[in-house]
């Protein structure tokens, strides 16, 4: 047994849809304007090819949670997403042999603190202040691969109580699940653990305490979140 000179922190975990089994995680990686109705709300090009950024793996929050609002942000946005759970991995993964690595699908919410995002690109300063906070990855169960027909395609869509905000589809990413991963893995080496947000349709916004933001993925399952108010 490791003798650690602190407490061991505990293992990021996602649930599994129907079991008690939990999915560890090791790393958080979100594609970034794979959307191209998002990209233009955004006011960017969109001929630009999507990037990667990352979130720590202790960012996820389970379905159903109360998050409390961030901190130094006056612009929260929730940006509802496709989660892809990788059960193994490795470098330059080939598109037609990438689903082959993958362990299940879930949805998700990139939780953006917008305001420090635009100040940092602006300042072409890194990004993680507005993208890898605290409780920033809201994730839901996680359904296995197998149960799921076609990761690219089935209505997405997020509500805000009650309200649809986001509403599109799979098929509306610029690239695949199995792009998506070819292109990752030319850049980092993949492993199991690892987790995938594949980026987010139109209709991102702001979010308040009291807010109750509710998603949904055709086909792969629902998750929910309630915003609280800001940490002490």
Same mark, same amino acid.
């Given at each position: ?80 997403? %496709?989660?892809? !759970?990788?059960?193994?991995?490795? /470098?330059?993964?080939?598109?037609? #042999? +990438?689903? *082959? ?14 305001? %420090?995002?635009? !100040?940092?690109?602006?300042?072409? /300063?890194?990004?993680?202040?507005? #993208? +890898?906070? *605290? ?29 649809? #905000? ?67």
């Amino acid at each position: 047994m490791t003798d650690y000179v602190i407490p061991q922190p505990p293992q990021a975990t996602l649930a599994v849809a129907g079991s008690s089994q939990k999915f560890p995680v090791r790393r958080i990686w979100c594609v970034g304007r794979n959307y191209e109705e998002h990209i233009k709300e955004m006011g960017h090009d969109v001929r630009d090819p999507p990037f990667f950024f990352a979130k720590p793996s202790d960012a996820v929050v389970a379905d159903g949670a109360t998050i409390a609002y961030p901190s130094l942000t006056k612009d929260c946005h929730h940006e509802v997403e %496709l989660v892809v !759970a990788m059960k193994s991995g490795g /470098r330059n993964i080939k598109a037609d #042999k +990438a689903l *082959d690595h993958v362990y299940g699908y879930g949805v998700g919410i990139d939780l953006t603190r917008r305001d %420090l995002q635009i !100040a940092s690109r602006k300042k072409e /300063r890194p990004w993680e202040v507005g #993208k +890898a906070f *605290d409780n920033s990855a809201p994730c839901g169960p996680l359904v296995p691969a197998a149960k799921v027909k076609d990761p690219n395609k089935g209505r997405i869509f997020l509500k805000n109580n009650g309200t649809v #905000k986001q509403d599109g589809d799979l098929a509306q990413m610029i690239w695949n699940v199995q792009e998506i991963i070819e292109k990752l893995s030319e850049m980092v080496e993949l492993a199991a653990g690892d987790i995938i947000m594949t980026g987010t349709p139109a209709g991102v916004a702001a979010c308040v305490p009291g807010d109750k933001l509710e998603c949904e993925i055709e086909g792969i399952g629902k998750m929910s979140v309630s915003i609280g108010p800001a940490a002490k």
